[in-house]
């Protein structure tokens, strides 16, 4: 089973908390060994979510939307990212350079084109910018791959 992942960064350390047992509890309904999590790693829902798939005994595959991408990151995130990419079985790649919202979403096109169902960590809200999780999820439905919103009962971001 391919799974995709995404939702929404910066998110409080109490909605972390509970999104973090959201993903674990997802991630424990799949067989280890038929598991491949897809997912472009950002600090957040992403790299939870990848950690999440190797702890379980899955593997993992990383987008990664430009060449400047890791660079966009908080630096305290360089050294999670750098090791989930290392971990990867397969990079896939955008051929983009510029970090920027294009890059994001044609990131995600790849991401759910790869999944056979998504996991959104998403309140159901609209994007506050081009490619972000709202966009991400219209974009899987119109592919019709399966979508599963994860996202903690009273939780404000």
Do not use: K, N
């Not at 409080?12 to 060994?33: I, K, N, Q, S, T």
């Not at 759910?112 to 991400?136: H, K």
Request: include cysteine; hydrophobic fraction near 45%; charge should be negative.
């Amino acid at each position: 089973m391919r799974v995709g992942i995404t939702g929404h960064r910066g998110l409080g350390e109490d909605v972390a908390e509970r999104v973090r047992a959201l993903l674990a509890v997802a991630v424990a309904e799949y067989a280890p060994a038929e598991l491949v999590g897809v997912s472009c790693v950002a600090d957040g829902p992403d790299s939870w979510f990848a950690e999440a798939v190797l702890d379980h005994g899955g593997r993992i595959e990383v987008v990664v939307s430009a060449s400047e991408y890791r660079d966009s990151l908080p630096d305290g995130h360089h050294p999670t990212y750098d090791r989930l990419v290392g971990q990867a079985a397969a990079v896939h790649t955008t051929g983009m350079t510029a970090s920027d919202p294009q890059a994001y979403m044609a990131g995600s096109e790849i991401l759910v084109d790869l999944v056979d169902e998504l996991l959104a960590v998403w309140d159901g809200r609209p994007a506050r910018g081009y490619g972000g999780t709202a966009d991400v999820v219209a974009h899987a439905r119109r592919q019709a791959t399966a979508v599963r919103i994860l996202w903690p009962a009273g939780a404000s971001r």
